[in-house]
Structure formats: C-alpha cells, structure tokens
C-alpha cells in the first residue's frame, strides 16, 4: 500500500497492491492493520456507495458538523472523479486551501479526507461509482454545504460550471462569506 500525503499533508493519496493474474486481479481496497502501519488509525463505521448516472456531476462541498464530523476514505468503483478536500478548521496553516486528486477505477487510489474538511467530487464518465468510509454515521441534521464554484475558496474543477450537474441542495448552498463555520477553534489536532 502506498500512502503519499498530499499539498495539504493530512490529506493522504492511498493505492492499495493490485494482484493481477489471467484472471484480472485482487485487492484488499481497506485495512485496519495496514493503515495503522501508516499512522492512519480511523475507526469506520459506515459504508457509502453512489451512483453519478452523467458525467460531470458534482456531489459537494460537503461536511458534517462536529460532533458528527466524519474523516473519509473515498475510492471509485467505475468511471472517474476529480475528488477535491478543502481545509475549513480556522486555526490551520492551510484554512481555505484546497486539494483536487484524479481517482479512477482503473488505478484504484483513493484519498483520505480528514474531519474538519469540505468534500466534493465531478464526475469525469458517465455512470460513474464512488464507495466511501466515514467515521461517524450520518446525520441530517449536522449536514452541511458549500457552493461548489465558491469564489473565496475557488476550486478549479477544470469543466465549464454551465456543463455540471447538481442536486437542487447544492445549488441553494452558501457561500463561504454567508456561511457560519461549525469548526471553529479547529487547528486540525482534534481527536
Ligand atoms: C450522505 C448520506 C445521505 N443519505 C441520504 C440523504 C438523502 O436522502 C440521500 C442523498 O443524500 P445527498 O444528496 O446528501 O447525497 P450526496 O450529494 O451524494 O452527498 C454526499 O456527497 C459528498 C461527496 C460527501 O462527501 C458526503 O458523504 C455526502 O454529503 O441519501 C443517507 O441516508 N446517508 C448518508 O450518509
């Protein structure tokens, strides 16, 4: 397994060992013993799993407040995604930085997306997959998001915004400067 951190160091790319043979291959996508090897210690308490029928549909920013804030562990099961993380916790060198990672079902990276962090991703195929872990269950109340095309924090997802499908949730969320952030006083050494 692979564990390469990324611009925002506590956003980590993972790929997992492949086992090809004639038949295709194998893969143990998650392991508790292999991430703790890592220094990567979450306990996962649900599975997600959707399904993006067209391509260029974006599923963010998103997070669940605290105490419900959840770590993720995404990876696709078919198609690809450009799969961002922005650093919300106030008190962190990297406040408002952002991270955009290629994952493919192809390759099979994924990218853990610490607490404290928005969430997103855009389809790159149609019909497109994505699994998850969190490490605390969902809950609607704590639910929370982010314009995807923010201007203050200003992700690149790389296609014309005129092109991207979202829910009608996404659409009527915030922006950053009318947004009440749920992690303040967060550094980023929270439990
Ligand atoms: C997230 C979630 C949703 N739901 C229900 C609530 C709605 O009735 C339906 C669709 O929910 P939503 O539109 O929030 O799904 P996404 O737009 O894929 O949201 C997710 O997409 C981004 C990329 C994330 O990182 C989050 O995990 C999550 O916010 O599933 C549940 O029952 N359990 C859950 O854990």
């Known amino acids: 397994m692979q564990v390469e951190a990324q611009a925002i160091p506590e956003v980590k790319l993972i790929i997992p060992a492949r086992f090809g043979d004639s038949r295709g291959w194998f893969s143990e996508t998650w392991s508790a013993s292999r991430m703790a090897a890592n220094g990567l210690n979450h306990d996962f308490v649900q599975d997600n799993h959707s399904l993006s029928a067209q391509i260029y549909t974006l599923r963010g920013l998103h997070y669940q407040a605290p105490p419900f804030a959840q770590t993720k562990l995404v990876r696709v099961a078919s198609g690809r995604v450009l799969d961002v993380a922005v650093d919300v916790r106030p008190k962190s060198e990297t406040f408002l930085k ?62 014309d915004p005129a092109n991207i499908v979202i829910s009608e949730k996404d659409a009527a969320a915030p922006y950053f400067t009318d947004w009440s952030n749920p992690f303040e006083g967060w550094s980023g050494d929270e439990p």
């Open 98 to 159: 952002w991270v955009a990672v290629e994952l493919t079902a192809a390759a099979g990276e994924q990218l853990l997306v610490p607490k404290g962090f928005l969430h997103g991703f855009l389809t790159l195929e149609p019909r497109t997959e994505v699994l998850y872990k969190v490490d605390a269950p969902y809950s609607g109340e704590a639910d929370g998001a982010i314009r995807f095309d923010d201007p203050t924090i200003g992700v690149d997802w790389g296609v």
